[in-house]
């Protein structure tokens, strides 16, 4: 008899289970908080997670964190996974969410991918960015630790740590790269991780971010809401923890891509690359809204080829100017912190 290599029948339903309560969870969760946002340091809610994107129009910052919360929950429940995958999950992914939230609330533009924060950092200065790239770092390896390896001898089990960790926080900030237009990182999910969810032992893992993800892309599209770095973060660590129940082959060439990826967006525009492909192009622009009439603003001194962006929100209203206008549009607690300019 062959061995299938894929879910199976029992698999496919807890797959369908995983995303059934993701997507539930992941909905009441985003209902629950656009109900009532949490406030922080005696703002309200709407001004801590509101922001004003391109359009002059309201968007919330707390799809992200219902990502969050619907991901891990589901997780919890979900059929299937081992006790230690579950952990695993739950590291991962609230982990790199909370990492994520706090760049997404006390982040600046005063530096820029990873080059930018780690010269703030030899500098002395400790950037939001550069505090998410060493926790995502050590999140990942933690939850790489706790999912455990297979390797029969302890150098093996510790190279198995290292690479999965690498895999897990690579894949964290390569999805942050691609939160720049409605939908984006969403969708890369959705498409990145439908081969995993396919795996007997990628599935587990996958099943419940891809629900949650799904059910929320209605509101990225529609620009009422985005992931914003906690959601963002979140998702690409537990698709590069699916990645790591992968053999050993595989998941050199996963991390492989990863580096080069991540190396690229210091250099190269993801934007203008998808705008360029007309099959990218057409993928990216699937159900979004048509671009706005582009406003002409002078630029500034230091504005990099392909730095402005028309999906990220500007810097929150201060406290006592609830009005105040968004700044530059990759700047600001909404901004990337870790994502350099060109993506």
Do not use: C
């Not at 990502?67 to 997780?75: H, K, R, Y």
């Not at 960015?129 to 390797?151: E, H, N, Q, Y």
């Not at 660590?237 to 060439?253: H, I, N, V, Y």
């Not at 492989?256 to 622009?285: C, Q």
Request: glycine share 18%.
């Amino acid at each position: 008899m062959k061995r299938r290599n894929g879910p199976g029948r029992t698999g496919a339903l807890r797959l369908l289970a995983g995303a059934g309560l993701g997507a539930v969870a992941a909905r009441a969760a985003y209902t629950a908080l656009t109900r009532r946002p949490p406030g922080l340091n005696g703002l309200p809610g709407e001004d801590v997670w509101g922001r004003t994107n391109h359009r002059g129009e309201p968007v919330t910052l707390l799809e992200g964190p219902a990502f969050v919360a619907g991901a891990a929950a589901a997780g919890l429940l979900a059929p299937g996974a081992s006790g230690r995958v579950r952990a695993a999950a739950l590291l991962a992914g609230a982990g790199s969410g909370l990492l994520g939230g706090y760049d997404d609330l006390a982040g600046s533009a005063s530096s820029r991918g990873f080059k930018g924060h780690l010269t703030a950092l030899a500098r002395g200065e400790v950037t939001s960015g550069a505090v998410k790239i060493l926790g995502i770092g050590a999140t990942g390896l933690a939850a790489a630790a706790v999912a455990g390896s297979p390797a029969p001898s302890r150098a093996g089990r510790g190279f198995d740590v290292l690479l999965n960790g690498a895999i897990v926080a690579g894949s964290a900030n390569l999805m942050n790269l691609f939160d720049l237009r409605p939908g984006r990182a969403i969708k890369v999910g959705l498409i990145t991780g439908t081969p995993l969810a396919l795996t007997r032992s990628g599935a587990a893992v996958v099943a419940a971010p891809l629900g949650a993800a799904a059910a929320l892309l209605p509101e990225d599209l529609g620009e009422r809401a985005m992931l914003g770095d906690t959601g963002s973060n979140a998702l690409g660590a537990l698709l590069g923890l699916a990645a790591t129940r992968l053999g050993r082959g595989p998941r050199l060439a996963v991390l492989a891509g990863l580096v080069a990826l991540n190396g690229a967006s210091e250099f190269v525009s993801f934007t203008k690359v998808i705008a360029g492909n007309p099959v990218l192009n057409r993928v990216d622009m699937l159900g979004r809204r048509p671009a706005a009439a582009p406003v002409a603003q002078p630029a500034p001194a230091d504005d990099k080829p392909g730095s402005d962006d028309a999906f990220r929100p500007g810097v929150p209203p201060q406290a006592g100017a609830p009005g105040a206008a968004p700044g530059p549009a990759d700047a600001g607690p909404a901004g990337n912190g870790v994502a350099a300019g060109p993506a």
